[in-house]
């Protein structure tokens, strides 16, 4: 496609659900990163992939977050028995290589955690 | 860790008028520096970078100087138009072998009024 494409656009989770967010890169991107904005906040690094290797994840900030690229191209983000806490949006950014080339974002997914 | 602060916002300015958006950053050994851009509705946008020390990066009237000295990487306009209206996020990622992981600021909120 011609960007990252994020699905859903909004999330709305009872608490102690289990949500599945999506990321479809641009076509080629050998990176994927997700991260998590809080309202009012930057966004925070959660998770790195190159292709299907996630190679850090020094950002998810519970065993409750998982995530996944099995073929190197769609990405999922799940997150297990969801807390208030976790009411967010999540960004997914995709890039050509690594370190300097230009990181290209989702619009996100607005999880409400309710 | 590493760090970037940002101008506290949100900015309100009269069109034409001049803008300045303070990001200071803590980092260990060379970083590249951003600023990226946020549309409403729409992700997140590189707007320019720089990737060493007094570099200068500009795009769409926009500049910011890479300076080590005082660890600043301040964004600058000239004469903002309503369409400038956005919030703009500093950041940075490491130096060295870097994969492209980003560290942002806060955010700061830029209305612009005709």
């Known amino acids: 496609g011609a960007g990252v494409s994020q699905s859903p656009r909004y999330k709305v989770a009872k608490r102690g659900q289990d949500v599945a967010l999506r990321c479809d890169p641009i076509s080629g991107h050998v990176s994927l990163f997700w991260y998590q904005q809080a309202l009012g906040q930057g966004p925070e690094f959660l998770t790195y992939?190159?292709?299907?290797?996630?190679?850090?994840k020094s950002g998810l900030p519970s065993d409750r977050f998982f995530a996944e690229r099995p073929e190197g191209s769609v990405s999922t983000l799940k997150i297990q028995r969801t807390q208030q806490e976790d009411s967010a949006v999540y960004l997914c950014?995709?890039?050509?290589?690594?370190?300097?080339?230009?990181?290209?974002f989702g619009q996100g997914t607005r999880l409400t955690v309710v | 860790g590493d760090s970037v602060t940002q101008m506290e916002g949100p900015v309100t300015l009269s069109e034409e008028a001049f803008l300045t958006i303070n990001c200071t950053y803590t980092a260990t050994g060379y970083p590249s520096l951003f600023w990226y851009v946020q549309y409403p509705g729409e992700g997140l946008q590189l707007l320019l970078k720089?990737?060493?020390?007094?570099d200068k990066g500009s795009n769409k009237g926009f500049e910011a100087t890479y300076r080590k000295e005082t660890t600043s990487f301040h964004l600058e306009k000239g004469s903002v138009q309503v369409s400038d209206s956005a919030v703009y996020f500093c950041?940075?990622?490491?130096?060295?072998?870097?994969?492209?992981?980003?560290?942002f600021g806060q955010g700061t909120i830029l209305t612009v009024h005709p």
């Open positions: 950014a995709s890039s050509s290589s690594g370190g300097n080339t230009e990181a290209f």
């Open positions: 992939f190159q292709n299907e290797a996630q190679l850090d």
């Open positions: 950041a940075l990622e490491p130096g060295g072998t870097s994969y492209g992981k980003l560290t």
């Open positions: 720089a990737t060493k020390a007094d």
